[in-house]
């Protein structure tokens, strides 16, 4: 499935962030739905869950209750449509187009746990024989397809449409992500509500494949659908069909054609309309032009959506934290793991996550793995929570490789006389890590470890600077992670980028560790979901050990609607499909 | 010239200026332009008012038709009659009917006093149109008889031009034309040639007194040339320093000059049976007339001046009593005669 | 004069490929539409490149910059880089429109205005009326455009609408039509244009009135003011056909050559209200690295500013006949 692929175009103007997808090994404690909690700002929290009752028990009744028309802001107009090519590499375009309208096999529920769409009988499971592992390696799925799945012209869903999916990924110009496709050897499609995909070899991240699903009867014949579904997508599998689409709006109406009454829409239409500009948002958002939206985390938020705004905030995807580039040009000397270890004990991360969130949710979290977000599946730990302000650490860790503190006020100092101190960079005019800046700056000192702050424009640092390894040793911005907690190419001992290579990869803090790249790679051959956990556990401690880089904090979503106007909304926000992946459940008051 | 017979040919005072006070803001303080003038303009005939330049001459010009500048100038004493009306306390309605249908103007640099961006043959007709109903081709038509009249050659073609498209002569000539159209009663003419090249100002000059045979209005010319004044005023008024020291008949004053400032003036004019070599001049400079001297104004610069001229001003008198001149100076009698 | 424009044609045509240049190499630097793919993990190495090579990324900058100028002077706009191959003329034509009528409307209010409260300052000069207009054009000035847009949007989205106990928003705080709304509604689209006007014409104005009533100071102290006051014309006359008539020649051409000066203050303006014009056009295709809608943009917004200086300059010759050479007289910038 394209979710990994909605990092990159998430963070546009000054919160920009370099995509990056995360996998781990299950990590015990947290409970099952051990993720960051949503944090309520407004009294008014109550209302989401009664309307979804409310919604469910009118569920078995074919009419669409409620009806209206409930209209939405989009933080980032879609330039196309097109599922395959580049297109859906935009969250926005899956947010508010691609999941409303296209079906897919396995689906992320709205706590990102894994389960069989509508469009599946059953999940496929070792149990029902579905997931098979043959002794020379093949490894095979078969989908069971739901008797009542059935397109919006009327014609049903079936194995052909799995196998026109394959190919399209891979025949298509300008494809996107072929990863996991690629290993597909033979998609059998002799009964049609049954689809026999076989893969050359394990493939644990199976789940994230087939979505969307593409319709055949529809795109067919050819497999290359490059020109296709720019602008308009004139079929539906899902909840919603595509009504009318432009540079200005963008309008849902309820497919009723759509077999799963649990989300048959409540409302009549939805129309979506940009809102680019935050402030203008808030401003649509307080007037009622718009009755919800689902912006990135701004300063200020608790204070600003007030009075009739409901908001909640928490969960998020993109982890944040201290990058460190190991092979970066400026550093003065070798960023060994003794100071990569000092430094994350000389930081406050509590009082970090504190400045940076505080004043968009309340009691932020610490992230305390490096590579998984908390408010996806079990793979965050607590790997790194022994880190803290730990000053005979620092000392210890620094004194064996022969630092020296001559002013007990001062920085450390090497044999050679060079200070510690490290070039930091982030994106300028992004107040939230500059705050960050200001008070890490702060916090060190104390510490004998010392900051030289550069600052570069988003598109210097993320576009020209990170791919070429030309930053840090230290850069602070978010990187993104996947409901799949694949981390391979994060860590893989023949991905850093160098000049050698011709900077391909995207192993960019030139963490060479030979131990956490093979077990990046076993998790993604893993297919049995214990053990993975145990391999993504194992990984994590590796990782806190090593420290490649230094976790601050998770980025949380926010889904802010007017609650005069809007009831239902708020509980899509931990989803990977976006704040309005539940937009079914929605109703128009008022 | 439309309705001659209306016209008052008789020498009855037109335009008569009493005591007129009119002060300027300048950078400098507030200055007296005019101070305490008294003139009287008979019908049919020329009044030179002759001074140096900055002696407030064109102020007391503007003074009369009520167009100082606005923010900076003011008249604060005295009357402006016009056939016994005071027009400084006239309605701004009423001046704008007696502005160019009764007493007109012409300006010194017709450059910068004709519109740049109007026709000249417009400029005419918006005269005549803005005080008579005539039709638009009605005035355009007289607008070019005016041009022939004041000696434009080509008039139907000259009046499509704009003012840089014309000669300075030309130009002043349409300023002529424009001031004549209605006939107006008095013909104020601030300095009309002094833009202009010698050879081009005696033809002016010639087309200014030629007009002003054939109308019958009289002229109020302002000027600093006394030889402009000998050969086409009836009478001279000199003035200095915001005051008149001398009025009277052209050929009485230049005959005979009563005020040492007259004397010193006719003396500086270059004549033709002069002998080449320098002019005398009169010494020293005009005073600063933010704060003018106490006494008589040309005291400073005056050979006869006594204590009594350097602490009271001088009245105005008739000298000789009997005579047809005034003048303002504590020692009259000595002038010339000495 | 004919000559003129010409030689003036002749120099702007190698500044246009300078400029078209620069952007080029500017959009490559600052954006690319492939960077979003960079790291974005699932995307495989082998699949960015042939990305690129589809996109034609892979060749030298001077061969795509001769290959899009080729294209463009003959009319082909071509077509999307990230908008997956679809025509760019459709957008930039519906941008461009949008922009036209939003500067024409908010340049039509402001010279209304501006002109009015310049000639009506310089004629009061020194008045309650000169100060308070002098001061509130400082304002205009200093006001960024941004936040003048926020706060429109609050005052009549929000504040006004709230105070007079009314429900929905007096006017709508942005797009060019409300939500829902399909196909053409004259209203509707001149409500959506109101706000934006305003946040655009602030500046304009203060600008606007301070060029009239520096220039109608000069030209009502002119000698042939005078003249037409000695004429016995009525003041109105003497104000607007002899006063106004000649201020108005600075004013114009440098109104005509300030219309580059709009470019930023648009910019943000379309996006504050999500205005989708040539502004909101240029923001979206710098994020998205997409240089096939970003160049002609930008070139289109470089033509017409050209082509307005040129007007500017034969305009003047044509507002005013003493300057028929096209030799240059603005009215001073530092009014």
Redesign the interface.
């Known amino acids: 499935m394209s979710l990994l692929l909605v990092a990159a175009a998430c963070g546009s103007g000054d919160s920009d962030q370099p995509s990056d997808a995360g996998a781990a090994p299950p990590a015990g404690e947290q409970s099952g739905d051990g993720r960051t909690a949503a944090t309520e700002v407004s009294p008014e929290t109550a209302a989401p869950t009664g309307t979804d009752d409310a919604a469910t028990s009118e569920a078995g009744t074919e009419t669409a209750g409620g009806g209206g028309e409930l209209i939405l802001a989009v933080e980032q107009w879609p330039e196309c449509l097109n599922p395959v090519t580049s297109c859906a590499n935009a969250s926005w375009t899956l947010w508010s187009v691609n999941t409303h309208v296209l079906p897919r096999l396995m689906e992320l529920d709205l706590q990102n746990n894994y389960q069989a769409s509508p469009t599946l009988a059953e999940e496929p499971t070792t149990d029902n024989g579905g997931l098979q592992v043959a002794d020379d390696g093949t490894f095979t799925l078969t989908y069971r397809l739901h008797p009542d799945a059935v397109w919006s012209d009327g014609t049903s869903m079936t194995s052909s449409d799995v196998w026109y999916t394959w190919r399209a990924r891979l025949d298509t110009d300008g494809t996107l992500n072929t990863v996991g496709y690629e290993l597909i050897t033979d998609v059998n499609t002799d009964d049609p509500q049954v689809a026999v995909v076989t893969f050359s070899e394990p493939y644990a991240p199976w789940r994230d494949l087939f979505d969307p699903i593409l319709p055949a009867h529809h795109l067919g014949p050819d497999t290359n659908i490059a020109d296709r579904w720019n602008d308009e997508i004139s079929i539906s599998g899902g909840p919603w069909l595509q009504h009318s689409w432009s540079q200005d709006q963008h309008v849902l109406v309820p497919n009723e054609l759509y077999w799963d009454t649990e989300r048959r829409p409540l409302v009549d239409r939805v129309v979506m309309v940009p809102r680019e500009d935050t402030d203008s948002e808030v401003v649509a958002l307080q007037t009622g032009e718009v009755m919800a939206a689902s912006p990135q985390p701004f300063p200020g938020a608790a204070e600003r959506l007030g009075g009739d705004l409901t908001f909640v905030g928490g969960g998020g995807t993109f982890i944040e934290g201290l990058w460190i580039n190991q092979n970066a040009p400026d550093r003065r000397f070798e960023i060994t793991r003794n100071i990569r270890q000092a430094v994350a004990y000389s930081l406050d991360r509590e009082l970090i996550a504190d400045v940076a969130l505080g004043s968009i949710i309340e009691d932020p979290q610490v992230l305390q793995c490096a590579g998984w977000s908390p408010a996806v599946g079990e793979w965050c730990a607590d790997d790194f929570a022994h880190y803290g302000q730990d000053l005979a650490k620092v000392t210890e860790l620094l004194t064996a490789e022969g630092w020296t503190r001559p002013d007990p006020d001062g920085l450390w100092v090497n044999a050679e006389g060079t200070e510690l101190v490290l070039q930091w960079n982030t994106v300028a005019g992004n107040k939230r890590r500059e705050d960050v800046q200001a008070l890490v700056s702060e916090m060190t000192a104390p510490f004998g470890i010392g900051w030289e702050i550069i600052n570069y424009d988003p598109g210097e640092l993320f576009q020209n600077r990170l791919p070429s390894m030309n930053f840090g040793p230290v850069a602070l911005f978010a990187n993104s992670t996947s409901p799949d907690p694949t981390v391979f190419r994060l860590y893989d001992i023949d991905g850093i980028p160098s000049e050698a290579n011709g900077f391909t990869g995207q192993n960019f803090t030139a963490y060479a560790s030979q131990e956490a790249s093979d077990l990046a790679a076993a998790i993604d051959r893993e297919v049995d979901a214990a053990a993975r956990l145990a391999l993504v556990r194992q990984l994590g401690e590796v990782l806190a050990t090593d420290v490649p880089w230094i976790p601050l904090y998770v980025l949380p979503n926010l889904v802010v609607w007017n609650s005069t106007l809007v009831e239902g909304a708020g509980n899509a926000l931990f989803s990977a499909y976006g704040g309005f992946a539940d937009i079914y459940d929605w109703r128009v008051i008022g | 010239m439309n309705a001659p017979g209306v016209r008052s040919s008789s020498a009855a005072t037109l335009l008569s200026v009493r005591n007129l006070r009119t002060e300027i803001d300048t950078e400098n303080g507030t200055v007296t332009a005019a101070d305490g003038v008294s003139l009287d303009l008979h019908g049919d005939e020329v009044l030179a008012v002759v001074g140096e330049s900055g002696c407030g001459k064109t102020m007391l010009a503007?003074s009369i038709?009520g167009?100082l500048?606005r923010?900076t100038g003011r008249i604060v004493d005295g009357q402006v009659l016009f056939r016994g009306e005071d027009l400084t306390q006239a309605t701004?309605a009423r001046?704008?009917?007696?502005?160019?249908?009764e007493i007109?103007?012409i300006?010194q640099?017709a450059l910068?006093?004709?519109?740049?961006?109007?026709r000249v043959g417009d400029q005419i007709v918006?005269?005549i149109r803005?005080?008579e109903p005539a039709r638009r081709d009605a005035a355009r038509r007289r607008a070019v008889d005016l041009l022939d009249l004041v000696g434009i050659p080509d008039p139907d073609r000259r009046a499509e031009s704009?003012p840089?498209?014309l000669s300075g002569g030309m130009r002043q000539r349409v300023m002529i034309a424009?001031a004549v159209a209605l006939d107006p009663a008095v013909l104020i003419a601030d300095e009309p040639t002094t833009a202009l090249d010698v050879t081009v100002q005696a033809q002016v000059l010639e087309t200014l007194a030629r007009i002003s045979g054939d109308l019958n209005g009289s002229i109020l010319l302002i000027t600093h040339d006394f030889g402009v004044v000998a050969g086409f005023a009836d009478r001279v008024a000199v003035m200095y320093a915001g005051r008149l020291v001398e009025q009277g008949p052209v050929a009485e004053v230049y005959g005979r000059p009563r005020h040492p400032y007259t004397a010193g003036l006719l003396a500086s004019m270059p004549r033709i049976d002069d002998v080449p070599g320098r002019l005398p001049r009169i010494a020293g400079t005009p005073p600063n007339l933010v704060s003018p001297p106490p006494g008589c104004r040309f005291a400073p610069r005056c050979s006869l001046a006594g204590d009594i001229c350097r602490e009271v001003p001088p009245e105005t008198r008739l000298w000789p009593p009997d005579g047809g001149v005034t003048v303002a100076c504590h020692h009259a009698e000595q002038v010339g005669a000495g | 004069m004919i000559a003129y424009a010409l030689r003036r044609l002749a120099i702007t045509v190698p500044v246009l490929v300078v400029i078209s240049f620069g952007t080029f190499w500017a959009a490559g630097q600052i954006s690319s539409p492939t960077a979003q793919l960079t790291l974005n993990p699932r995307i495989s190495p082998e699949t960015k490149q042939a990305y690129v090579e589809l996109l034609g990324l892979d060749r030298p900058l001077h061969v795509q910059y001769g290959k899009w100028l080729g294209n463009f002077v003959t009319g082909d706009f071509g077509t999307s880089l990230v908008k997956n191959g679809q025509d760019v003329w459709p957008f930039v034509e519906r941008a461009l429109a949008n922009t036209l009528l939003l500067v024409a409307a908010a340049v039509s209010l402001s010279l209304l205005i501006g002109l009015a409260v310049g000639t009506i300052s310089a004629i009061r000069q020194g008045s309650l009326w000169d100060y308070g207009s002098v001061t509130v054009s400082f304002l205009g000035i200093s006001i960024p455009v941004f936040w003048l847009g926020l706060m429109l949007q609050l005052f009549f989205g929000l504040y006004l609408a709230n105070w007079l106990g009314v429900g929905p928003p007096l006017l709508p705080t942005a797009g060019i039509y409300s939500p829902g709304q399909q196909g053409f509604d004259l209203l509707d689209r001149v409500r959506h244009l109101v706000l934006p006007t305003l946040a655009l014409s602030l500046q304009l104005v203060a600008v606007y009135s301070r060029y009239m009533r520096a220039s109608m100071l000069e030209v009502m102290s002119a000698d042939y003011i005078r003249t037409a006051r000695s004429k016995g014309l009525r003041e109105s006359r003497v104000v607007v056909r002899h006063g106004m008539r000649s201020a108005l020649v600075p004013v114009t051409t440098q109104v005509a050559i300030d219309i580059g000066q709009l470019v930023g203050g648009l910019i943000v303006t379309e996006r504050v209200f999500q205005y989708p014009g040539m502004g909101l056009l240029f923001l979206d295709s710098l994020e998205g690295g997409d240089y096939t809608i970003l160049l002609p943009t930008v070139m289109i917004a470089a033509v017409v500013v050209f082509a307005l200086n040129l007007v500017a300059d034969l305009l003047y010759g044509v507002l005013d006949p003493r300057v028929r050479l096209g030799r240059d007289r603005r009215v001073a910038r530092n009014v």
């Open positions: 503007l038709l167009l500048p923010r701004p001046l704008r009917e007696i502005r160019g249908a007109a103007m300006f640099d910068t006093g004709l519109h740049p961006l109007q918006e005269m803005a005080h704009f840089h498209e424009m």
